[in-house]
C-alpha cells in the first residue's frame, strides 16, 4: 500500500495508535507549541485530511505555559491519557513531563483534566528534576513501563540527554526507581548535543525493540535502536544492548533530512507494522531548526530481517 508522502505537513514528533473501535488517532508537536489537538480516520491516509481537534490549549503562565512537546495518545484500564512535555513562559526550558486524562469515552470530545507532572516513586529523588521530555508508556507481561529521556549533568559543563525506564504505580506515577537506559555514546548521537531522545516500543519476534531519536534537531537528526529479549529483566541496563549505528538518517536522494522521533502501529491489514517518524524535506535551515515548521509527519512500511530485525528503508 502507498502511503500519502508526507502523510501531515507540519506535524513533528508523530504519534499515531489504533484503537479498538477501529480508528486511528494522531497527534504531534504543532508548529507553534501552544496547542495539543487529535484526529482521527478509519485508515492511515485519511488522516491528511482528518479534521484536528484541539483538545487543550496552554496556560498563559506557570507549569504548561510554554514549549507544548511530543504529545502521546494512551489507552490504559479503560481511560484514554495524553503525556506531553512543557517549559513555562518564565523559564522556557524548565521542561518537564505532564499528563492529561479524559473524563469521557471520546477522546476528541472529552473533557480533558490536568493530572500535573507525572511522578517519580516514592524513593527516587532525581527523576524529573532536570530538563525531561518524550514520555512513552507500554505493557509487559502485566507490567506497565515508563520510558523518558532526562539531561543530567547539571553544573559539570557537559550535558548530555539520556534514555530512562521505571516500572508505573498508576498512569500518573511510578513504582520503581528509574534506570538509564542509554546514554550518548557514539558519534552519530553526539552532532550538535549530546542526545538520546525520543523513545518508542515496538515488539516482534521474541524481542523488545525502542527506537530513539539522536543528536540536534537539523539534518544531523537520526534514530538509533535498543533491543532486549521479552524474557528478559528489562530494569536491567544489561538486558538491554544498542545498535553499533543509525538506523535511519538522512537520504538526501529522497530529500529526507533528520528523520526521527517516530512511533509504531499497524497498517489496516492488522499485520503490517508501520513507522510514523518525521523529516524535512530539505537540508539548509534558516535560523534555530527547533523552530523550522516543516518537520512533516511519514509513514514506512516496517520490513524484518531473518532473525527478526526491524529494517527501516522508506
Known amino acids: 500500500m502507498k502511503y500519502n508522502d508526507p502523510l501531515i505537513p507540519q506535524r513533528a514528533d508523530p504519534y499515531v495508535y489504533r484503537h479498538t473501535d477501529g480508528y486511528y488517532y494522531f497527534t504531534g508537536s504543532v508548529?507553534?507549541?501552544d496547542v495539543i489537538e487529535l484526529r482521527r480516520s478509519r485508515t492511515i491516509n485519511g488522516l491528511s485530511d482528518a479534521e484536528p481537534v484541539v483538545i487543550w490549549r496552554k496556560h498563559e503562565s506557570g507549569p504548561m505555559s510554554k514549549h507544548i512537546w511530543a504529545p502521546e495518545l494512551h489507552f490504559i484500564d479503560g481511560k484514554w491519557y495524553i503525556?506531553?512535555?512543557a517549559g513555562r513562559a518564565e523559564s522556557i526550558w524548565d521542561i518537564h513531563p505532564y499528563v492529561l486524562e479524559c473524563q469521557g469515552e471520546d477522546p476528541l470530545v472529552g473533557p480533558w483534566v490536568e493530572c500535573g507532572m507525572m511522578r517519580r516513586a516514592d524513593t527516587d529523588t532525581t527523576s524529573f528534576s532536570g530538563f525531561s521530555l518524550d514520555a512513552t508508556?507500554?505493557?509487559?507481561?502485566g507490567e506497565r513501563y515508563f520510558i523518558w529521556a532526562e539531561k543530567t549533568g547539571f553544573g559539570s559543563g557537559l550535558l548530555a540527554s539520556n534514555l530512562y525506564i521505571a516500572k508505573m504505580e498508576s498512569p500518573t506515577k511510578l513504582k520503581t526507581d528509574a534506570i538509564q537506559l542509554s546514554t550518548p555514546d557514539y558519534d552519530w548521537e553526539r552532532v550538535g548535543f549530546w542526545v538520546d531522545e525520543g523513545p518508542a516500543v515496538l515488539k516482534h519476534g521474541g524481542k523488545i525493540y525502542v527506537t530513539f531519536s539522536a543528536s540536534a534537531t537539523g539534518a544531523c537528526y537520526?534514530?538509533?535502536?535498543?533491543?532486549?529479549?521479552?524474557d528478559a529483566d528489562l530494569l536491567d541496563r544489561n538486558s538491554w544492548r544498542k545498535s553499533r549505528y543509525p538506523v535511519l538518517k538522512s537520504i538526501p536522494e529522497k530529500n529526507i533530512y533528520g528523520p526521527g522521533h517516530n512511533s509504531f502501529t499497524v497498517a489496516e491489514d492488522g499485520v503490517t507494522t508501520l513507522c510514523i517518524y518525521h523529516a524535512r524535506p530539505y537540508e539548509k535551515i534558516v535560523g534555530d531548526p527547533l523552530y523550522d515548521p516543516n518537520r512533516h509527519a511519514r509513514v514506512l512500511e516496517v520490513r524484518f530481517?531473518?532473525?527478526?530485525?526491524?529494517i527501516f528503508e522508506p
Not at 537520526?222 to 521479552?230: K, N
Not at 530481517?305 to 526491524?310: K, Q, S
Open 305 to 310: 530481517a531473518d532473525d527478526g530485525t526491524p
Open 31 to 33: 508548529p507553534t507549541y
Open 137 to 141: 508508556t507500554f505493557e509487559h507481561r
Open 222 to 230: 537520526c534514530m538509533g535502536m535498543l533491543e532486549a529479549s521479552e
Open 83 to 85: 503525556y506531553f512535555a
